[in-house]
């Protein structure tokens, strides 16, 4: 970029709002990758038609430019890899526009922090699910990108199931609206469904529509243990075709147990093949009772050496607490962390896991496990040492042949965090070239320039 | 097409399976529309290979190539306007492949009958929700291609919300896979998204992979009398707006009730202004109770006269004939019936319906509305003597008017039966240049031949 390319840029969004110097481009130089690819320009744009002045400005002169939320995505999908011009969104686009309570429906932009919606609809009794782990920093914008998922997931679906509309920017400048407020809407080709998971390769997002639901009044967890991940892993599949729908059903294995167990101290079963945490929801006591009746059973069928019920709030958070530091315990494995976000049909879980533990004896690698198994999903972790190269080769290696598996088993490379940059050498495995081609023909098609966010996804 | 290309096509299929003579070219030049558009062949594929070397031929050829199911849509979209090969795909590509009960899943081919699977499922305890009026013939490849929806909409969303993955055909061929049987994928573009309500423009679909639920164990109906539509509509979107959502919430106006009771002598109550028809279900007695309950409030709440609760099955059936015997009913008002699915978002049904009765005035047609409004999909259909031509172009008009003020209200044109021929001098109404344009960039990445499914969609 230019010196006059960056001065043209400050007369569509201020001085205040767009910045070469180094102190900014630091600060947008990285996400939850850890890798670090500088941009030669940050832009804070302030509406719709500042990111339409923008882009049309970036397509004229082919710079390539990146759309940003809050950075925390883990593929590397919001970094500037060709450097160019950041487009951070978080700073002024970052408004819940409306909550339409008649017709259950908040209209956002993609600035919004996913908590800072859930905790607005809350407020007035209704429910927004998608809650991916970053929902206290990731941005709504993001989530559509990405088409984020989280522990509700296996009720309540993933981030694409609550997009009703989007306002968009494309490359060329243009602003298009793609669905309605309504739950019908058949008219046109759906360009909201194509947007949704394209990580911002194909247009700027630039309003949300969501689809927002009745909060329910009730809920409750429990926690089964298991001798083995294969018992627990058949609990999850025969619960969740035995009629029921848990809000979540989430697992950690072995390994997991005894990080948490060693960080917090906490009187985890260190024992245990896996234990599995769980949670239902309802509006009247009686569903909650039989919901968690059904899920005991199957738990116990299926080898459950114990079932514990939360009974109030405070339990059920102890409870949880397993679950949400298996991320940050595991480190003690290792110091790089090579984590995927797998997923293959539920009633693939038991052999998955099994030949995840192969593949850790096989390379010697500690993987432990954990995830939304409601869903199919597991996060693997391949930890190993990051100050030795041939260390991290290895790791590198099982995560393939880990990927491989996955496909092989009907499964896909990820479930929730997108291909980005670190999948990117993987697509091949899971599509033909046929694919390929039709993603680079549908890449073409949107952005010609191929401007917007470039070199991800293996385009 | 040439005596040649007939030949080259019989060579694909066999000779038993491709046609040009006058009774198949007739059998095959209608839909729902009543229009007819005369193919010059049609081909009847038995496999996916043979879709995919039929599409690569008609693509070298440049021979228009229509694909279609039961030819029950509404728009025309199984019309072959331009000639060339209808792909009947009823006829061979109708089995089901598989219900893989443990995941919680359905394979299909295209020509399987809605209702086929419907039953193929619940035989199982398994239930796939979406109930388009046409579910006796209508096809799940035109349910895919059309996005239908159907009156359980309102609690369990429409045919897009049920599509895991899809196998299809490119025009040039290519055999693409999209989505997977997991809950969770994100790996590259949504492909399924883009070919969902695509109307057979971008792909021909082989193969779709649906998600069940597990059959919900009680279900039970209710009808409320109210004095107006207006309070039958605040009705509506106050319950759907109170935390309970009901399987379905359909309305009929009073013009619906009288020409339903004037036909069959149900005993109807043909003074109300509108009746509303509901139906909740759930797993536990408790469940209905709780939304039974809860909708009687909303209803006297919002004016009804009257709450009439089924008993039994037979109650249930009795408080849904007037619904389901609406459409054919309603012709004692005019032998030609423009029949349109609008949709708005909830809270504008009232002011929706208000506005429809000042376009029946200002253009003295007769204008009975029915519909879903659980979901604010309302069947408005303007009654004109088909013979007199100037009461035909009256009721274009009147049409035209209330697709106006659907747009005015944040509407769409269709909720359901897609745009195909007959709404296509519409789009411009609903969508701005810019989203014309990006519809036709995504057509031509598709088929840049344009051979499938041409002169639809105003394209």
Known sequence: MTE????DLRKIVGSEDCYDDKAHLSAYCYDATKERKYPECVVFPH???EVSQILKYCNTHKIPIVPRGAGSGFTGGALAVNGGVVLALEKHMNKILEIDMENMVARVQPGVVNMQLQKAVEAVGLFYPPDPASEHYSTLGGNVSENAGGMRAAKYGITKDFVMALRAVLPNGDIIRAGKKTIKDVAGYNIAGILIASEGTLAVITEITLK?????????SAMGVFP???SAMNAVYKTMASGITPVAMEFLDNLSIRAVEEKFHKGLPIQAGAILITEVDGNLPEEIDFQMSKIKEKFYENGASDFIQANNEQEAANLWFARKNASPSITI????????DITVPRSKLPELLERIQEVSKKYSVVIPCFGHTGDGNVHTNVMV????PEEVEKGHKAIEEIFKITVELGGTLS???????SKAPFMELAFTQEEMELFRTIKKAFDPNNILNPGKMAL
């Open 4 to 7: 006059q390319n960056i001065q």
């Open 47 to 49: 509406n719709e038609q």
């Open 212 to 220: 927002l639901l009745s909060k329910p009044k009730y809920k409750q």
């Open 228 to 230: 083995s991940i294969q």
């Open 333 to 340: 494995y290792g110091s790089k962390k090579l984590n995927e």
């Open 385 to 388: 040492d990051g100050s030795k």
């Open 415 to 421: 479930g929730e965090h997108g291909i980005g940059l």
